[in-house]
């Protein structure tokens, strides 16, 4: 059964304090893996897709890499603007699957 | 460009009685997705419409839910009679392509219904 899995559920930063979150998947055949930011009383907003092992991309002080099993996001010297739910979603067939998230709060 | 757009944002009601929810995708986009989110969970999906043809319902309670799609532009999600469990934040989704995603692999999400159920 596809399943996408996060950790850890929750993670507390200082300001600066550099960290990983996690997203292991089992789905076969992965057609693309997706991260999204949820704030609070939101829609989650879409941040990247990764297609194939050895991909990475990056926006600011995110950067997102792909392997064939797990994906991770490294946030680089976060701020308090960077405290949300990250969640991370790979693409079935007409369709994607969400993991539960990660929610950071970064402490200024 | 405008968003997805969804109202209520916020609706409480009792056990037992009805409730609808709106959303209006972007401007041109076919698909629309109803997806559930439970507190502390990622979005689950419900139903994808593809034009006004709902194409995956299979995760739609259908003994108290229902949706629709006229005219393949806004669409209203019902649930009647509502139960305790039902208490979430209903998504509504829109995309550009038929796979789905659009070529950039993105669902754009409004910011949600939240339903209480008391």
């Known amino acids: 059964e596809d399943q996408v899995t996060q950790s850890p559920e929750a993670l507390r930063l200082q300001e600066g304090e550099s960290s990983s979150l996690n997203c292991s998947y089992t789905?076969?055949?992965?057609?693309?893996l997706f991260w999204y930011r949820q704030d609070p009383g939101k829609g989650p907003e879409f941040l990247f897709t990764l297609y194939s092992a050895g991909e990475e991309k990056e926006k600011e002080r995110l950067k997102a890499t792909l392997t064939k099993k797990e994906s991770f996001l490294h946030i680089t010297a976060p701020k308090p603007e960077d405290s949300a739910t990250y969640l991370c979603?790979?693409?079935?067939?007409?369709?994607?699957?969400f993991g539960a998230g990660t929610t950071v709060t970064v402490r200024a | 460009e405008a968003g997805v757009v969804q109202s209520p944002r916020y609706k409480i009601i009792e056990k037992k009685q009805p409730v609808a929810f709106w959303c209006n995708p972007i401007s041109g986009h076919n698909t629309l997705y109803w997806y559930l989110q439970n507190l502390g969970q990622g979005p689950e999906l419900l139903i994808r419409y593809e034009n006004e043809e709902a194409v995956d319902d299979s995760q739609l309670p259908k003994d108290r839910f229902s949706a629709e799609r006229l005219k393949g532009v806004d669409s209203t999600l019902k649930i009647q009679p509502a139960e305790l469990g039902d208490s979430a934040v209903y998504l509504c989704a829109s995309s550009l392509d038929l796979t789905g995603a659009s070529s950039t692999g993105e669902l754009f999400f409004g910011e949600g219904s939240r339903l209480t159920v008391l």
């Open positions: 789905v076969s055949g992965l057609r693309g």
């Open positions: 979603a790979v693409q079935l067939p007409y369709k994607l699957s």
